[in-house]
């Protein structure tokens, strides 16, 4: 950072779409009355959406990419956020309606703004991102809707994905047996030292039963479409299938037999505009759960912004693998 001049991924859409790395001023960014010094950020499927045009993410034009970000407080006027405080914002509009993460610095209200758990630094954070929140969110509202590991194992449907192998992770220390759902057979050791107890194949939940044998207590879809309405149809009763993503299509093939014959729930998780007592709630289970050895234990690479769009072509290719984080306070200016 050479003055008030920045470098950011930034993502326009006037003569066509496009989207790469330029020099801003401080002034061009969103306003927000807290400032933060970004020190990572991270790669989700909504940032690939975004930064190659695939998707429509953004409200306005032009912004920063970037739905994550975490780092140090610079100014707040939030007399509880002190200069240096260590927080993290996720999601509450980032790379939508203001700018995002890949950039040195922010500017949020002080409503979206998370105090980042003692134990971690911004980098821990950001290996957990939307990710770890909305696997994390997911658990919490299938356990506020009695979801027991008596019920059963856990389905975690795109297990090699970022949402899917945190929640793998996740829900193991949390006491759930998982059975982890992937396209992937060659990452099926990594799954099992995480803690998934089995790794089947995508086939493998299929069906085209409206209702089938309970195999499932509960499940954490990220593929939506036929898939979500087999896990509908084979989860136990009174369990619940937690949606969250729709890599397969927004289509929901399914019927009211699963709700009115077993009382299956089915539970949107919505990460995106969640208020901050519940983000609070969130990050403190996984505060919980994901200790140093559990972070270590996750594939992590780290990248510049430069190394956005391959990252995001892989991505949506269903070539991603665990987590990327990026590095952004020690981007040149």
């Known amino acids: 950072m050479a003055g008030n001049t920045y470098r950011a991924f930034r993502i326009h859409n006037d003569a066509g779409y496009r989207a790469g790395m330029e020099s801003i001023s401080r002034e061009m960014l969103t306003p927000g009355d807290t400032v933060i010094a970004v020190q990572y950020s991270s790669v989700n499927y ?52 203001t700018d995002g993460g890949y950039c040195n610095e922010v500017r949020v209200d002080h409503r979206h703004v998370i105090r980042i758990p003692e134990t971690w630094g911004p980098r821990e954070a950001m290996i957990l991102g939307t990710a770890g929140f909305t696997a994390g969110l997911a658990l919490l509202r299938m356990q506020e809707n009695r979801q027991l590991p008596e019920l059963g194992p856990i389905a975690v449907t795109g297990a090699t994905g970022g949402v899917g192998m945190l929640a793998t992770v996740l829900f193991h220390r949390a006491g759930f047996r998982v059975h982890a759902v992937s396209g992937k057979p060659e990452q099926a050791d990594l799954l099992l030292r995480l803690g998934a107890e089995t790794v089947l194949a995508r086939d493998a939940v299929l069906t085209d039963k409206p209702m089938d044998s309970a195999r499932f207590g509960g499940a954490l879809d990220n ?47 919505a990460s995106a505009g969640t208020e901050r007592r519940l983000r609070e709630q969130v990050w403190q289970l996984l505060a919980r759960h994901f200790d140093t ?41």
């Open 46 to 97: 909504k940032d690939a959406l975004a930064g190659t045009g695939q998707g429509k993410i953004l409200r306005r034009f032009p912004l920063n990419g970037g739905i994550d970000c975490a780092g140090h407080v610079i100014e707040s006027a939030d007399p509880s956020l002190k200069a240096g405080d260590a927080v993290l914002v996720t999601g509450s509009g980032l790379s939508e309606t």
């Open 223 to 269: 593929v939506g479409g036929r898939t979500l309405a087999a896990l509908l149809a084979q989860t136990a009763p009174y369990g619940n299938v937690a949606s969250c993503g729709l890599v397969s299509g927004h289509d929901l093939p399914t019927t009211v037999m699963p709700f009115i014959i077993r009382g299956v729930s089915l539970l949107g998780v």
């Open 293 to 333: 050895a559990a972070l270590s234990a996750l594939p992590v690479r780290e990248i510049g912004l430069e190394g956005l769009p391959d990252v995001f072509a892989g991505m949506l290719a269903g070539r991603s693998l665990g987590r990327v984080v990026v590095g952004i306070g020690t981007e040149a200016c």
